[in-house]
């Protein structure tokens, strides 16, 4: 902020509660209030400072204030760093499933300082090593390798570099999420029906963490993934002791219920994102109600 100040910008601080569960209208309308109560016209700019949440609710209020200000995202978290910030999905949670109301709204920029996560706790690394390790799946077989022998933040420049170049070029080919951006959601489709179903208490890396793998075990069974590809990336992730089974005390129709409502569907069936090996993702896969009921 001083450094703003110091450039003759003049700077309002609107501070809003951590969380994934906070990421609903009311959070927005709260940013809406404090934008006119700052005074932020339309040729004003909003910086949203802090993690995926942060970035998702201001881009979202930004989106539609006044039809739409600019914005400049600046994550503080890897997950946001690696993911969130990058392909202009903003919006928010409904009580009934997540990220349900939203636009693409572009920032201006996305700055990104790994410095920043050295003053977090280790947990948000470990869960934000989730994405990572997606994206290394995705598209980048070296950069899984890399997480394979990850062991500290040192490293994590390099780690944050790649997963970013996996992201970026899926969104320019597929900006809209119109096909292959679909690839990305990877551990999603499962991953949100843990978070809303643990009611947040899994965070959302973990969630992914533990979907990926089921999702993969899916694959397996439908014949579409090599056989042992859900144990390599298990161990992957265990290795950083991230969880990679569903909860025992979850309850299982719920979580089906909870994908029923994910935003990922056609014709009323849930289209999965698929992985076949390293590097080949399977998108709008279909998959039956007895595979599922093998997994989940
Ligand atoms: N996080 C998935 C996407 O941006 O499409």
């Known amino acids: 902020m001083t450094a703003l100040e110091t450039q003759g910008i003049a700077v309002t601080k609107i501070v809003i509660p951590a969380g994934e569960v906070n990421k609903n209208i009311e959070s927005v309308q709260a940013l809406w209030y404090g934008f006119l109560d700052a ?5 004003s700019t909003v910086l949203a400072l802090g993690g995926g949440v942060v970035g998702d609710l201001s881009g979202f209020a930004a989106s539609t204030f006044m039809r739409g200000i600019t914005w400049i995202n600046v994550p503080t978290t ?3 760093m690696v993911d969130a910030s990058l392909g202009g999905k903003t919006g928010v949670d409904l009580p009934r499933g997540k990220n349900l109301v939203g636009a693409f709204y572009p920032p201006a920029f996305v700055l990104v300082d790994p410095n920043v996560l050295l003053t977090l706790p280790e947990v948000e690394i470990r869960t934000g090593m989730a994405e990572v390790i997606k994206h290394g799946i995705i598209g980048d077989p070296g950069l899984l390798e890399m997480c394979a022998g990850y062991r500290g933040e040192g490293e994590l420049d390099k780690l944050i570099t790649r997963a970013m170049a996996v992201k970026i070029r899926i969104i320019e080919t597929d900006p809209y999420d119109k096909g ?8 999603h489709t499962v991953g949100h029906a843990l978070e809303l179903v643990s009611e947040y208490r899994l965070r959302h890396g973990e969630a992914v963490a533990i979907g990926m793998v089921v999702e993969t075990r899916l694959a397996e069974r439908l014949g579409l993934a090599e056989q042992g590809l859900s144990l390599h990336i298990a161990s992957i992730l265990a290795g950083i002791n991230l969880p990679v089974d569903i909860p025992a005390d979850l309850d299982r129709a719920a979580i089906r219920r909870a994908m029923g409502v994910d935003k990922k569907k056609s014709q009323g069936r849930i289209c999965f994102s698929l992985p076949a090996s390293l590097s080949r993702v399977l998108i709008g896969i279909d998959v039956p109600d007895d595979v599922l009921d093998a997994e989940i």
């Not at 292959?180 to 551990?187: D, K, S, T, V």
Request: hydrophobic share 50%.
């Open 180 to 187: 292959e951006r679909a690839a990305l959601n990877l551990g």
């Open 78 to 80: 890897l997950l946001a």
């Open 39 to 43: 005074s932020l016209e339309r040729g």
